[in-house]
């Protein structure tokens, strides 16, 4: 079993859908890390938290320690955020990262 | 502020031979990590460099070994190659730990052994 695990692994929406990415990690972690990652592989990060719940603009990220899982949402999805969305858990001096969520968001 | 560059983005080599991929970190980052990504694996990580020194590394063989200059440039290299080194090499700067910080990630040398 990966120590880190992101589901759905592909997800298609509708343009406006919100949309959740759920990740499971089995190891204790210092913090966890989304990113985005768009055709061509570049990589951007999200967010970065360890407890709570971030906001950036659409963008909320939440995380429950004690269940050891976070989420990703989407408000109001529109096709320039269909990428790769990845998780990444800060354990064991590096970074475990899950297979990654392909969303494709359809006008 | 510039981003991460790293340097080629493409690269064919065969195998048996060496490579060696570049990294120029975000000015002010101390911290350069390096990343192989693969459809099978996903993004795995290969070793961290701090200040010229390795403070971490992943589980992949000897082959692959990094340095990391004083200007904090990186350079990561994986000696006689094989087919399964086919794969996108990222690194990512930060001023600290990456998996305590935001990390800031360059495009990527995508690597084909043939």
């Known amino acids: 079993k990966n120590e880190v695990e992101q589901s759905p692994q592909n997800l298609t929406a509708q343009e406006g859908e919100f949309i959740t990415i759920n990740c499971s990690y089995s190891?204790?972690?210092?913090?966890l890390h989304w990113l985005q990652q768009h055709p061509g592989g570049g990589i951007v990060s999200l967010f970065m938290?360890?407890?709570g719940k971030k906001k950036h603009g659409r963008l909320i990220a939440t995380i429950n320690i004690q269940e050891k899982h976070s989420s990703l949402h989407i408000t109001a999805s529109h096709p320039r955020d269909s990428a790769v969305y990845i998780c990444?858990?800060?354990?064991?001096?590096?970074?475990?990262f899950g297979k990654g969520t392909k969303l494709s968001v359809k006008p | 502020k510039a981003g991460v560059t790293q340097t080629p983005r493409y690269l064919i080599k065969t195998r048996g031979q060496q490579v060696t991929l570049s990294c120029s970190p975000i000015?002010?980052?101390?911290?350069v990590s390096w990343y192989q990504q693969t459809p099978g694996q996903g993004l795995q990580f290969l070793f961290e460099?701090?200040?010229?020194?390795?403070?971490n590394k992943g589980n992949f063989p000897g082959r692959f070994s990094g340095r990391q200059f004083s200007n904090s440039r990186s350079e990561m290299n994986v000696s006689t190659l094989e087919l399964g080194d086919s794969a996108l090499y990222l690194c990512?700067?930060?001023?600290?730990?990456?998996?305590?910080?935001?990390?800031?990630f360059g495009q990527g040398t995508r690597l084909t052994v043939v």
């Open positions: 990444a858990a800060a354990a064991q001096g590096n970074l475990i």
């Open positions: 190891v204790g972690i210092s913090a």
């Open positions: 460099y701090f200040s010229e020194t390795q403070r």
């Open positions: 990512a700067s930060s001023w600290d730990r990456p998996q305590n910080t935001e990390a800031f």
């Open positions: 938290l360890s407890s």
């Open positions: 000015s002010g980052h101390r911290s």
